[in-house]
């Protein structure tokens, strides 16, 4: 339980690939709508409880670039609990500010006016950032990153006192962090994965380049704050090491002590 998670060691930021809700519901005999109106409330839960434990962020996998590919019902479904979900007094309650990445020019026009409705409620609140991917992937957010870059380059070179070498050192790995749809946050410290695919689909491609990976076999609707702590509890069994040695960690470590 939470008491025994190293309170000062607790991830600044978890990302989420909420997974599972279809196969939740089907093994209930019910629709796989019935699964996705069960993980709002998860996502309900496991938010408070992220703030409760002081998570900075929390970025949640709601609704990829591919599952526009998925039957149009369910996408309804989707839409219209994103719709719903989006109470303002849920975030208020727990001092919460709300982000979106995505391509959200595809969802409907009402999602896309309560979605902005709600970045501008929250947007004084400072527990936690809460951010939801919708219509996203990283392929399209690195795609429109290169594009974004490109046209600054462009503009630049109009300009003939730039030489092609300045003009090539835009591209940096900053430039590009900053071009991407996350450019307001750190990059994922933990990525949880439920529902027990052992995969990515692509979800933050770039931004999980050091983070700690964690898969489990519970469906998202039954995930609970108890699963949430296994996951940081792992998370903190493990040394980071971005590319040194064991020693030089701990000695660092103990530097800083
Ligand atoms: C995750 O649950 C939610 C979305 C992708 C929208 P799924 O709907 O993928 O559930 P499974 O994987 O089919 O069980
Ligand atoms: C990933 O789940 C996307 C979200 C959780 C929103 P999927 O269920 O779409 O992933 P795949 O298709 O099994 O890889
Ligand atoms: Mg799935």
């Not at 719903?84 to 990445?101: A, G, H, P, T, Y």
């Not at 702590?229 to 069994?237: C, D, E, G, L, T």
Request: glycine share 4%; with cysteine.
């Amino acid at each position: 339980m939470a008491e025994e998670l190293d309170k000062t060691r607790v991830p600044q930021h978890i990302a989420i690939i909420m997974d599972g809700n279809g196969r939740w519901a089907t093994e209930r005999n019910k629709p796989r709508s019935y699964g996705h109106q069960a993980g709002v409330d998860t996502v309900r839960r496991i938010t408070s409880e992220c703030v409760r434990l002081g998570v900075k962020y929390l970025t949640l996998y709601t609704f990829s670039t591919e599952n526009w590919n998925r039957p149009v019902d369910e996408i309804s479904a989707l839409m219209g609990l994103v719709l719903s979900s989006l109470e303002d007094e849920i975030f208020m309650k727990n001092n919460v500010r709300f982000q979106v990445i995505g391509d959200i020019q595809r969802l409907p026009r009402e999602v896309q006016d309560k979605l902005r409705e709600t970045m501008k409620h929250t947007s004084r609140n400072s527990a936690m950032t809460m951010v939801v991917a919708l219509s996203y992937s990283s392929r399209w957010e690195i795609t429109k990153a290169c594009k974004a870059i490109t046209k600054e380059i462009l503009a630049k070179s109009g300009n003939k006192s730039i030489s092609k070498d300045e003009l090539a050192n835009l591209i940096t790995e900053e430039n590009i962090n900053g071009h991407l749809e996350t450019a307001f946050m750190p990059d994922p410290d933990l990525l949880i994965r439920t529902g027990g695919e052992l995969r990515i689909s692509n979800y933050m491609l770039w931004q999980l380049a050091y983070s700690e990976l964690y898969f489990c076999n519970t469906y998202w609707p039954d995930f609970d704050e108890n699963d949430l702590h296994k996951a940081i509890s792992s998370f903190q069994n493990r040394q980071r090491r971005f590319g040194r040695t064991e020693k030089q960690v701990e000695n660092e470590k103990q530097d800083t002590e």
